[in-house]
């Protein structure tokens, strides 16, 4: 029986596009068992795919902050226990940073096991050469490639498949009703991101909400700092039919999503986690590729904008009210 670990830490996009990985190695290899380390705030969102086994904390992020602590050495001890109380057939790191490929370097191998990873940088990602020292083979494939397509190669070329299916994210939907989240079918604003330039006009959200009020569809608006609850509330205070969430967790993010009946999203980790669920969404690019992180696999979604362009109004409009058709 196959035993494998995948290394793929953060951040949530990231994740979020490996998850086919599992997929792929159960439809050719059924009886492998495949654990994941992950940072500790994806644990919850890498236990609803149903091909993983067992995920393993891994808490840099917050190690970083008091690094000489006794408290954070005692957790460090505990990680590498759980880390190495198996020995894999197959680790791979399908993200070449240092940080995964010293977790890869921490795990136990069979005597025939190998760490798999990626031998060169592909366009637009991030790539750390010195994370190949930590490999016992080192996997070419194209340069110019999407991230999802990227790990399932990877891993593909390791355990002799091709890569000839969809991706299938393999993620459940969290139980639960909790108060925030309304009975009726809603459609979620993912307007928040990490940089300036990745937003998309305020007045072009308060458009396609009024357009999905005219479909029957209420609006939920949430948000991960200040800045996004400030715009958040400000997107309210123009659309009768949208509502302010209060903070959520990654899990409460993963219910929300899976339950959603439409999104709307710039380039950030929630908008590919609905793509991941399928959900009917548009994904919104401004002034970055899309071909690297876009869903494609999907007639439910439809991703707009690229370098040096921002998807109008009228097109996100038209795209929006194409979809609409399809559930309506």
Request: aromatic residues 8%; contains cysteine; proline residues 5%.
């Amino acid at each position: 029986m196959m035993r494998i670990l995948i290394v793929r830490v953060s951040s949530l996009g990231d994740v979020v596009h490996n998850m086919p990985v599992l997929a792929d190695i159960h439809r050719h290899y059924p009886d492998a068992i495949i654990d994941w380390v992950v940072e500790e705030s994806y644990v919850g969102l890498v236990r609803l795919n149903k091909h993983v086994n067992e995920v393993i904390p891994f808490a840099l992020r917050r190690w970083k902050k008091n690094i000489f602590s006794s408290s954070v050495r005692k957790e460090f001890s505990l990680f590498l226990n759980q880390l190495r109380s198996r020995s894999y057939d197959y680790v791979f790191d399908t993200q070449g940073l240092i940080k995964t490929g010293l977790v890869m370097g921490f795990a136990n191998t069979t005597k025939k096991g190998k760490k798999i990873g990626l031998a060169h940088k592909t366009d637009g990602s991030g790539y750390e050469p010195l994370s190949r020292i930590f490999h016992d083979k080192s996997i070419s494939v194209e340069k110019h490639i999407h991230v999802v397509q990227r790990g399932r190669e990877i891993v593909a070329q390791a355990l002799g498949y091709t890569v000839d299916t969809p991706p299938d994210f393999g993620l459940t939907v969290p139980d639960g009703h909790p108060d925030w989240l309304p009975s009726e079918p809603y459609a979620v604003f993912f307007h928040g991101t990490s940089r300036d330039s990745k937003k998309w006009p305020r007045q072009n959200w308060i458009e396609i909400g009024q357009l999905l009020e005219k479909s029957g569809l209420g609006i939920l608006l949430p948000w991960g700092s200040v800045q996004e609850f400030d715009e958040a509330t400000s997107l309210a205070a123009s659309l009768p039919n949208a509502k302010v969430l209060p903070r959520l967790s990654i899990m409460d993010a993963a219910l929300l999503t899976g339950k959603a009946s439409f999104v709307v999203g710039v380039d950030t980790g929630l908008s590919h986690l609905a793509a991941a669920y399928d959900k009917p969404t548009v994904q919104i690019y401004c002034n970055i590729p899309r071909w690297r992180t876009c869903a494609d696999w999907s007639d439910n979604i439809v991703s707009l904008g690229g370098p040096d362009e921002v998807p109008t109004l009228a097109e996100v409009k038209t795209t929006v009210e194409t979809l609409l058709s399809k559930i309506q």
